[in-house]
């Protein structure tokens, strides 16, 4: 049972790329999300999602899209990376959109040049 | 819409020594949850507690406590006899129980445990 994974653990990208973070899960989780972590913030939402199928956004989803095929993936694509979107990025999964615990994997470390 | 404040960037405690930490939150949910997460230094988010606004006793895990008033909002985190490795940033988070479920986090505390 290996949780969360997510890859790459780190990444640099010049202005303009394009890339996907991938977030995968093995607990048969229904709820997957995205977080972004930026220094002296707390985590904040990117998009989330309910279900294989169903995707909706959080509170900062400009510049990223997702896509739910499967219960175990939940990938994060940047379209055209921006230096803004420098940042940690950690997925997270939880049985389902009430459960009390999300399990949160170990993050991805993202630089846009 | 829903908000979380945490008013203290950082905090110092004596080790052994009990250490409370600040969480206030503003939601229109009559439902939600109130989380406390721990980041050490090496980056990963660790669950540490959970408190449902219905609950009525505050809740417990081993030495942290949430101590929770509803009527004023907040969502204290406190860590009984700290140790060493309770050196680290913790993250006050609430998840309403409608519009998705969505969970929101507060800017966080960096707590120092002095030896």
């Known amino acids: 049972n290996a949780g969360v994974t997510q890859t790459p653990k780190f990444q640099v990208l010049k202005t303009g790329q394009s890339m996907t973070l991938q977030c995968a899960q093995d607990?048969?989780?229904?709820?997957m999300s995205w977080y972004r972590q930026d220094p002296g913030m707390g985590l904040r939402l990117i998009h989330y999602s309910v279900g294989a199928g169903i995707t909706d956004q959080g509170e900062v989803p400009n510049g990223y899209n997702v896509s739910r095929s499967t219960t175990e993936d939940f990938p994060l694509r940047l379209l055209s990376a921006a230096p803004s979107q420098t940042s940690v990025y950690f997925c997270?999964?939880?049985?389902?959109?009430?459960?009390?615990?999300?399990?949160f994997g170990p993050g991805t470390r993202l630089t846009v040049t | 819409a829903q908000k979380i404040t945490q008013t203290q960037p950082g905090m110092f405690v004596q080790e052994k020594e009990a250490v409370t930490l600040d969480c206030t939150y503003d939601t229109s949910d009559q439902s939600y949850g109130l989380f406390w997460y721990k980041q050490p230094s090496s980056g990963e988010m660790i669950f540490l507690i959970y408190?449902?606004?219905?609950?009525?006793q505050n809740a417990t895990e081993g030495r942290y406590s949430l101590n929770f008033q509803k009527a004023r909002k907040s969502a204290n985190l406190v860590i009984s006899a700290s140790q060493l490795g309770d050196s680290a940033m913790y993250f006050c988070?609430?998840?309403?129980?409608?519009?998705?479920?969505?969970?929101?986090f507060g800017a966080g505390t960096r707590l120092f445990v002095k030896a």
């Open positions: 607990m048969n989780h229904e709820y």
């Open positions: 988070a609430m998840r309403g129980n409608t519009g998705g479920f969505k969970t929101i």
């Open positions: 997270a999964s939880s049985y389902d959109p009430s459960a009390y615990e999300q399990y």
């Open positions: 408190q449902g606004s219905y609950d009525e």
